[in-house]
């Protein structure tokens, strides 16, 4: 039996550019709240933006679509599942055809040549990409709490409770 989640978001957009900030700020929250480094949960929001465009841009014909976000929360990581039932790819495919990239290549033929996948898969632990019937792409970022920056000092003072 598989690990459940603590809990889980699920958040349905529209497949429209307009609406990608949304995703990318209800995982921001989540992050927060969780406990992630700044540094981490702009990671995660960026790899969610992508993984939002990517079905916008591709999935739909004319934004005619819905995208699905699912956060899963656990105590020590988060794991992000980006839905569409649009247009599927071959993933390898387009992993072969991205290659290096080179100096000489245009910022646009990079961001054509699978750019947003590059980017998903430096900034998260773990993605997993499967194209059937639309795309779901899994993404996992674990939380460091054991890396604390070096100018940081630990808080001495106490809270009290509300």
Known sequence: MSEQPLDLVNLTIPAKPDYVGIARL????IANRMGFSYDDIEDLKLAVAEACTNAVDHAYCAGEGEIEVSCNIYPNRLVIVVIDRGNSFDVNEVVRRTGPISMESSIN???ERGLGLYL?????????IKGDNGVIVTMTKYIRKDVVESHVEPS????SER
């Open 26 to 29: 209800t995982v921001s929250g």
């Open 156 to 159: 001495t003072s106490c809270r």
């Open 120 to 128: 998903m898969k430096t900034l998260m632990d773990h993605v997993d």
């Open 109 to 111: 033929s990079v961001r």
